[in-house]
């Protein structure tokens, strides 16, 4: 079974431009997460799609947004890139259709902002 | 709020000796814990988990006992290997979808 699959591997984006990412969960699973990871902030929730619906977001900016798809894959959107959005994405899959007690992870999109 | 407080590391280990990884945490209501791993060059994963008071969670020689009353969920295993050198993360969820990590532990062991 395949694992989660996040593309692109790596993004290199200049101040300002917009970036979508993306995430193809494992088969089966229809729980999307979507977490940062940096240095000085550690793993941070951004948000969670269930059957193309958001049940939860974290603290980010309007800038930061997301959908799911019917097929459960999943993007993720930040535009008007500002320096401090470099930092690995993350996006989890779960399989639960409540609460999500195990997570599956991709192994992320690395953005840098320049 | 909800957080997640981890011992700092780096922590560095020889083989066979004793790990132990501090977390505390700050809950409104009772959340669920979590250890998540993340080896070398691969993405997290769940080590273990506890969802009640008292429940031990262990995985792969590791364990976490929830303590209520201390509000800790501390990682520990007794011979540790080579293989174990990887970045520890406690997590806790109040069963909201999203789980809220501590900064991570990452531990060295030395052959």
């Known amino acids: 079974k395949a694992g989660v699959t996040q593309t692109p591997r790596y993004l290199i984006k200049t101040r300002g431009q917009q970036v979508t990412l993306s995430c193809s969960p494992i088969?089966?699973?229809?729980?999307v997460s979507w977490y940062q990871q940096t240095p000085g902030q550690g793993l941070q929730f951004l948000f969670e799609?269930?059957?193309?619906?958001?049940?939860n977001k974290g603290n980010f900016p309007g800038r930061f947004s997301g959908r799911q798809f019917s097929n459960s894959r999943s993007e993720m959107n930040v535009s008007t890139l500002e320096l401090g959005d470099s930092a690995l994405y993350l996006c989890a899959s779960s399989s639960v259709t409540g609460f999500n007690e195990k997570l599956f992870f991709g192994s992320g999109t690395q953005l840098s902002v320049l | 709020g909800n957080s997640v407080t981890q011992m700092e590391g780096p922590v560095t280990l020889s083989e066979e000796a004793f790990l132990t990884i501090n977390c505390t945490y700050t809950a409104t209501g009772y959340p669920s814990l979590f250890w998540y791993v993340q080896y070398p060059g691969e993405g997290l994963q769940l080590l273990l988990k506890a969802t009640k008071a008292d429940d031990k969670g262990s995985n792969k020689g590791f364990e976490a006992t929830y303590r209520k009353e201390t509000t800790s969920f501390h990682l520990e295993k007794g011979s540790v290997q080579v293989s174990d050198s990887a970045v520890y993360f406690c997590?806790?969820?109040?069963?909201?979808?999203?789980?809220?990590f501590g900064a991570g532990t990452t531990v060295t062991v030395r052959a």
């Open positions: 799609y269930f059957s193309e619906t958001q049940r």
């Open positions: 088969s089966g699973h229809r729980s």
């Open positions: 997590a806790l969820s109040l069963r909201d979808y999203k789980l809220s």
